[in-house]
């Protein structure tokens, strides 16, 4: 039986989640021998077209032509997998969709010479606004276990195991100090899907959300706890909110201000 | 059975003795917070804890735990538990009793657990009588505290420059005997009485137990529960933190390459979504309202309801309050009683 054919590609986002495909080491060459590897730009120099079986799709669609890729990758593919939440819920990337062109022209001095600006889309949406996908890791970026749940489900035809609780239980499982409650600093943990081992909280560090929200995120109750007892204003909440998942439906009230 | 009075100065001897017959896993202070966690010598613990973030279950039920290893061509293989004596020194009241009713379903229930009744047969207990109660603190109410009437093979009570340590078992006897210390004296027995009788003046969350089952029963729409659904992370915090919660999920974790894997269980909390799902999406509780009743509710209520015997009408809080201290929403369960009684 030939090997299913595993497709890498990236769309608009920082290449950090094909990284961690190439992160899972010790288990990569066991993944090259059950895949064949047909097209991963990072990692090797023969591409092939489809059609895949697997296709791992990072970043989010930003360009007319992303969106022409994206379109025949899907005709192509029997699996796509969202990687990362560039391409789950358009992450870092879509927060251009929240400020006015004007606003990015005090950033970037020339702002309209910037050639990927010239032709790109006025707003960025994960790879979901434009196709159907059939799994989504999330994170920033996805845990290499993650990945490799997800790669064995689709070997196996099984359904991945992934995590939709919160970062709260893989932290208080871990026994750290609580940074939101007894530190009073402006974790969100709790409405974050966990998955990455609670790693910004066991590190002293508050959790920035980067898994996007949790199977039955409470975002507003957050957002009311966040000002009362961490004092964040109006403008910090929806940075919280906005900063990797502001698209999506628990978060984005408060991403928009809570309108 | 004997005790003994121990110089405080005296009890670093104590302890190292002890050391060579057990691992110990005493109170270390963790930021803010505590631990339960490895120590060697009495220094390293701090007795004056107010709680640990995690309760002693943990040591009784892992977080996660190996069940089996598998091979997909059929082979089963079951971990070798190497595990000597260890001993948990300092145990709260509280805490004592979280571990005696979690005896009642995996020692006398109807599916006993056999590495259960292993951790618990080699785990000795030094329990502590708790003399300065928190402000989440209401093991009085639950008759669960301040100092435990009995399941401990050790007792210590502070009786401010000595301990009185009195033995509970065989094992808490050949304990004491490795201690250094003099008699005990009706003064001491009086000392430890006074100490608890001080304690009880410093509770201040109570909760009125009296037809709690009925309560609850009587209240399943009361739009409290609608209030807290709307407050509630469902971060699982209480749940985790719960020294009586015992649920868990059981899941096989294959290998990659796909030749084999584990079957392993890990905590689980009703207060997560999906606990409670089931085939096709379905879900019992999808309601945060309907989980944090089921918390709040297992915990204090229908203890006497049919489907809920597990501890033979008692309620399952002890009265801890970590569920309390460690909630991010400020939800306190003496305080929803409070609100259906209509106080």
């Known amino acids: 039986m030939a090997k299913p054919k595993l497709a890498v590609v990236k769309m608009t986002g920082c290449a950090g989640c094909q990284m961690e495909v190439l992160r899972i080491e010790d288990k990569l060459l066991d993944l090259v021998g059950a895949v064949d590897v047909a097209y991963f730009y990072m990692a090797t120099s023969a591409n092939r077209h489809g059609p895949y079986d697997v296709a791992l799709v990072e970043g989010s669609v930003s360009t007319p032509r992303e969106l022409r890729e994206l379109k025949e990758l899907r005709e192509r593919t029997k699996l796509l997998i969202a990687l990362g939440d560039c391409a789950c819920s358009g992450c870092l990337p879509s927060i251009v969709n929240w400020v006015p062109p004007q606003e990015s022209a005090k950033v970037y001095e020339r702002f309209l010479e910037i050639h990927s600006k010239k032709e790109s889309f006025q707003r960025v949406y994960p790879l979901s606004a434009h196709v159907r996908v059939d799994l989504e890791l999330r994170g920033c970026p996805p845990h290499r276990d993650a990945i490799l ?41 709790p409405v974050t899907a966990a998955g990455c081992g609670a790693a910004c909280p066991s ?26 007892r961490c004092g964040l204003s109006r403008e ?24 | 059975m004997g005790g003994k009075v121990i110089a405080k100065d005296s009890l670093g001897e104590f302890v190292s003795k002890l050391s060579e017959r057990y691992r110990i896993f005493g109170p270390r202070k963790k930021g803010t917070e505590w631990i339960f966690d490895e120590v060697r ?19 009784f039920i892992p977080t996660s735990e190996r ?34 009713l979690l005896d009642m379903v995996f020692l006398e229930g109807e599916f006993p657990s056999p590495s259960y009744a292993r951790r618990r047969e080699r785990t000795a207990l030094v329990a502590l009588t708790c003399i300065d109660p928190s402000e989440n ?33 065989r094992r808490g006897e050949e304990m004491l005997a490795l201690a250094k210390g003099r008699a005990v004296t009706a003064a001491d027995l009086e000392g430890k009485a006074k100490a608890i009788e001080c304690a009880k003046s410093k509770f201040k969350k109570k909760v009125d137990l009296k037809g709690i089952d009925e309560l609850f029963l009587r209240n399943l729409d009361n739009p409290v529960w609608k209030r807290l659904g709307e407050k509630d992370l469902a971060c699982g915090i209480c749940v985790n933190s719960c020294p009586t919660c015992f649920c868990f999920d059981v899941r096989d974790q294959l290998d990659f390459p796909m030749v084999g894997g584990v079957r392993y269980k890990e905590w689980d909390a009703c207060v997560l979504l999906e606990f409670s799902q089931v085939a096709l999406g379905g879900n019992f509780r999808r309601d945060r309202a309907a989980r944090i009743r089921q918390f709040i509710g297992h915990n204090l209520g229908w203890g006497g309801a049919s489907q809920f015997r597990e501890f033979k009408g008692r309620a399952k809080c002890v009265g ?15 305080e929803v009683v409070k609100e259906l009684r209509g106080i």
């Open chain 2, 137 to 169: 603190c209401f093991c009085e109410s639950m008759g669960t505290g301040p100092s435990p009437a009995g399941g401990y093979d050790v007792l210590l009570t502070d009786l401010g420059r000595e301990y009185l340590a009195e033995s509970g078992s």
């Open chain 2, 320 to 334: 801890c309050g970590r569920c309390i201290r460690y909630c991010p929403a400020g939800i306190d369960l003496t």
């Open chain 1, 203 to 228: 590190n002293g560090r508050v959790c920035e959300g980067c898994y996007g929200p949790m199977s039955d995120a409470n975002a507003s109750s957050l957002a009311e706890i966040l000002a009362k």
């Open chain 1, 236 to 259: 910090d909440l929806i940075g919280k909110f906005r900063k990797y998942a502001g698209l999506t439906p628990a978060f984005s009230k408060e991403a928009s201000g809570g309108i």
């Open chain 1, 149 to 189: 749940e997800a790669l064995k489900g689709a070997l196996l035809g099984i359904k991945p195991f992934l995590r939709e609780h919160p970062v709260c239980v893989e932290c208080k499982l871990k026994e750290n100090v609580c940074l939101l409650v007894c530190e009073g600093r402006p974790c969100m943990g």
């Open chain 2, 67 to 100: 069940i089996f290893s598998f091979k997909m061509d059929g082979g089963v293989e079951e971990p070798e538990e190497r595990d000597g004596p260890s001993l948990i020194f300092g145990i709260h009241s509280c805490d004592l009793n979280a571990l005696l």
């Open chain 2, 41 to 59: 010598s009495a220094e390293e613990m701090d007795l004056r804890y107010s709680t640990t973030i995690l309760p002693p279950r943990k040591f």
